[in-house]
């Protein structure tokens, strides 16, 4: 079974990851903004060719989740790393406010319905996540979830578990699956709120509600350390990226996925002594 690459900002298996250590500038030695930008482009030049063999291996999948606090760059960097892509072999879902039909099913259920077969990438944009990071800073949103039974104390272990053995069940059936939490500062948030304000093309942007989800940072950031500690596995790996320098944060994602696709020796099929002999009596007919 596949287990994560070695990287700077992978989340260890430990427990031993804090929220107010992790990184959320580069580090001095960092590439800058212009060979940053040339090597994504080397990453997603490479992307396109391991996709084409992915699909023509045919054997695994890609789940690729992006988790991030409002305004961190999830769809930017997904646009970014992924724009080389063959769009037949991908699928971006968002996940925002859960519909009346979903609330109808467990919590798994509507992404689930939506996981990439064997040779595509998915992408979810926001994920089942939300269910232990939005949910457990406004746990009143429960009440909508029509459960059962009563809530019990130790709901959000509870769905750590549910989690692990989801990804866990994945993954033994040929999913790849890369958590990227796009780690941003509240000071730049701050900035990238304020350029939705004052900047007319971003105007569309804005949502009064990220005002009001900011001023329970110190909660989420609780909440995101707690889930990824508990969720963090060599099959399913989170990594905490730096996302307040844009150029630099793209090119992590795209060199962890490209790396992760290297590792799995994917190839094109092969075909018989005999088939190819039949290929060529094929090749006499067009000719």
Not at 44 to 70: C, E, N, P, W
Not at 156 to 174: D, P, Q, T, V
Request: glycine fraction near 4%; proline fraction near 7%; charged fraction near 25%.
């Amino acid at each position: 079974m596949f287990d994560a690459i070695p990287h700077p900002y992978l989340v260890p298996t430990d427990n031993s990851f804090r929220s107010d250590g992790a990184h959320t500038q580069p580090p001095k030695s960092a590439p800058g903004k212009k060979l940053c930008e040339n090597r994504l482009q080397k990453f997603i030049k490479r992307l396109g060719d391991l996709q084409r063999r992915l699909y023509a291996h045919d054997r695994f999948s890609v789940l690729l989740i992006f988790q991030a606090m409002d305004a961190a760059g999830k769809d930017g960097t997904i646009r970014a790393v992924m724009k080389g892509i063959n769009p037949a072999g991908c699928q971006v879902f968002s996940f925002k406010q859960p519909t009346h039909l979903e609330l109808d099913h467990d919590f798994l259920w509507r992404t689930s319905c939506r996981l990439p077969e064997r040779g595509r990438i998915g992408i979810f944009n926001r994920s089942y996540y939300e269910e232990v990071l939005v949910i457990r800073v406004h746990p009143e949103y429960l009440k909508n979830q029509k459960l059962p039974m009563p809530i019990r104390p130790h709901i959000w272990e509870e769905r750590y578990e549910s989690i692990r053995n989801h990804e866990l069940h994945l993954a033994r059936n040929g999913t790849i699956i890369l958590k990227f939490w796009l780690h941003v500062s509240k000071d730049e948030q701050c900035q990238r709120l304020l350029s939705r304000l004052t900047e007319p093309e971003k105007h569309w942007k804005f949502s009064q509600q990220d005002l009001e989800e900011r001023k329970l940072w110190k909660k989420y950031m609780a909440a995101y350390e707690s889930a990824v500690n508990a969720t963090s596995q060599p099959w399913a790996p989170w990594y905490a990226i730096p996302a307040d320098n844009k150029p630099f944060m793209r090119m992590c994602v795209a060199e962890i996925i490209t790396q992760t696709l290297e590792k799995l020796d994917l190839h094109y099929p092969t075909v018989s002594k005999a088939k190819r002999q039949t290929f060529a009596k094929f090749c006499k007919q067009l000719q």
